[in-house]
């Protein structure tokens, strides 16, 4: 849906990524008030433009950190899914599944697993990868989406492993890490880097409750 095109929860969001400079707080507090589906409904409104412009604003707004990824009364191996919105040009429309490791603390895990759920995934292979803190992100934590490592084993129910450096998965997701910022207690907006060098592609995730 294009952001011209949006309604309900999507126009409200909207207009308030609309705003300059983006006001943090009223976002959060805007998305912390909506249902599960409102909030899928809002990030899925936001384009390219609106998607930037709510990264930048989220430097430094409020620590993201993996147990708030996959909360700790999450069973270890429970997948949480995350419902996205990315900028690319097709296939818009994605899920980040993550789940806790057995042997990390719940309160407080060293990494966390998952894959990405999308359409082109027989294609492109299901984009394995580790969640990690960020060593890059000052005083406000941040989290890292890193293909470049990939779990040794699929959580239950999760598809096989594969590397993300051999055929179309090379070109998706090779060399990459994603920076996740918070926007809301649901809510990341993230951005893609190779090789160290930004891609100029955001996307947005809410967790499910």
Known sequence: ????????????????????????????????????????????????????????????????????????????????????????????????RFCRPAGQDPASPEQLWGFNFQTMQPLTGPGYFIARPSPEAGDTPEVWVDYNQVPPEAAAGWPAVRSNERGLSRFVYGFMIDTLRRVSEHVTIGSAARKGKDLGSWFLLTREP
């Open 1 to 96: 849906m294009a952001e011209t095109e949006a309604s309900g929860a999507g126009a409200a969001f909207g207009a308030l990524l609309g705003e300059s400079p983006i006001d943090m707080d009223r976002c959060s507090a805007f998305l912390d008030g909506l249902s599960h589906a409102e909030r899928v409904e809002a990030i899925r409104a936001v384009g390219r433009r609106g998607q930037a412009a709510l990264y930048e604003a989220a430097r430094g707004f409020s620590p993201v950190r993996l147990e708030d990824l996959v909360p700790a009364g999450a069973g270890d191996g429970k997948t949480v899914r995350h419902f996205g919105k990315n900028t690319l040009p097709a296939f818009t429309h994605f899920e980040k």
